[in-house]
């Protein structure tokens, strides 16, 4: 496999975003250009092996029920009164915004942003926030807890690779958090100030927060739970008894709850759970990953420079931290031995990129919820990620000699 092949390859991916073409369908044909490109007889095999990948089953089954979670809980109107609730309670709708995507957060649900999209909107609907804004909001403050959160699997990848302990890693990211968390809310905060005078006139609405509220937490308790118990497929059936809960709660007719799961929106994020991780199996079907990882060891570029850049070509491509960390720490560790600041750096570089990724499914999910395209929010998104990617690079350089 061509370097020269994939650059095209994953440009023509991000040109058909931008034109409009759907992006479950444009990660597809990227996926089938890259097999293509290296040995067109391994297609079926790549379709096939993506269909039969539990990972991908799963993703698919939990992309439905979140999907049709957030699509009821936008037809009930129950997310408008939450949104309303909530940021009287926090006094602050930047807090709430900052506060609400991060807690949600904590249940590792592939693309579930769309668990805290409906509260975003809720919330950027008193304060006239634009839906550009609000999918940065929702995509970026979910994320800002992973940078430290002990359970996340990407954390976790870090420490078996690395040999340093989550602890050891967590605690020297958690000033990244803080970098990201300030970053978001500076961004934020310029837009919503103009729209200082509507937030003031805006006036609490006698709602039963808790009612509302209720089927979200059932679905996050009752998935965790399940998760433990069953395992992954118990998320979903979690997320499920949350569903049942919010119709029966609503009182709506059978025929409204249907169509919160019989609709394009849901079945877009269903083919979009699918072709992410077709693009994925892609990758290492063609020789994609091998060839960048090759490129980069022959390179003769220093083993510091790799860690910080390769990662986040590798994350923004695939849309995935995992593959920026796998791929990566191999290349380095064989040229020197990782510190802990090595090994950080690694994972902070392909987290950021990860973040603005347009295969990264919080994004996709996110932009389809609030009907725009996934790029629409990257004159927030990309200051964003270049800002606190290199604060985070800085301050993790400068503690470089004290560790």
Not at 36 to 56: H, M, Q, W
Not at 76 to 87: I, K, N, V, Y
């Amino acid at each position: 496999m061509n370097a020269l092949v994939i650059v095209l390859v994953f440009a023509g991916i991000i040109i058909m975003i931008r034109l409009g073409v759907y992006v479950g369908i444009s990660l597809f044909i990227g996926g089938l250009a890259l097999i293509f490109a290296s040995n067109p007889y391994l297609i079926v095999r790549a379709l096939v092996g993506t269909a039969l990948d539990t990972k991908a089953q799963y993703l698919m089954v939990m992309s439905l029920m979140v999907a049709s979670f957030a699509e009821l809980y936008r037809a009930t109107g129950f997310m408008l009164s939450m949104g309303r609730g909530l940021m009287d309670k926090l006094r602050s709708p930047l807090a709430s915004l900052v506060i609400i995507p991060a807690v949600i957060g904590l249940m590792p649900v592939s693309g579930g942003a769309l668990m805290s999209a409906p509260v975003v909107e809720g919330i950027g609907s008193v304060v006239n926030m634009e839906p550009e804004l609000m999918i940065f909001a929702n995509v970026w403050f979910r994320h800002t807890i992973f940078l430290f959160y002990p359970l996340g699997t990407e954390l976790i990848t870090t420490s078996a690779m690395t040999g340093f302990s989550v602890a050891e890693i967590a605690s020297i990211q958690v000033p990244v958090a803080a970098i990201m968390i300030l970053v978001g809310a500076t961004i934020t905060w310029r837009v919503l100030k103009k729209n200082r005078k509507v937030m003031e006139e805006r006036r609490p609405e006698g709602i039963s927060l808790l009612k509302v509220s209720a089927p979200l937490i059932i679905a996050i308790v009752a998935a965790i739970t399940l998760n433990q118990l069953i395992g992954i497929f118990g998320m979903p059936i979690g997320v499920f008894l949350g569903y049942m809960t919010l119709a029966l709660l609503s009182g709506l007719k059978k025929t409204v709850v249907l169509d919160s799961v019989i609709n394009w929106r849901v079945a877009g994020v269903i083919l979009a759970g699918y072709s992410i991780i077709f693009l994925q199996r892609s990758m290492v079907v063609s020789g994609a990953t091998d060839a960048i990882t090759s490129l980069a060891t022959s390179s003769g570029i220093s083993p510091k420079i790799i860690e910080a850049a390769l990662p986040p070509v590798l994350s923004l491509a695939a849309g995935s931290t995992l593959t920026g960390i796998v791929l990566t720490v191999p290349v380095v560790s064989s040229m020197i031995k990782l510190t802990l600041v090595d090994a950080s750096i690694i994972f902070v570089s392909a987290y950021m990129f990860y973040v603005g990724s347009p295969a990264h499914l919080c994004l996709v999910y996110t932009s389809q919820y609030f009907k725009r395209s996934v790029t629409s929010s990257y004159k927030y998104m990309v200051p964003a990620v270049i800002v606190t990617a290199t604060l985070s690079l800085i301050y993790l350089l400068s503690i470089q000699s004290i560790i």
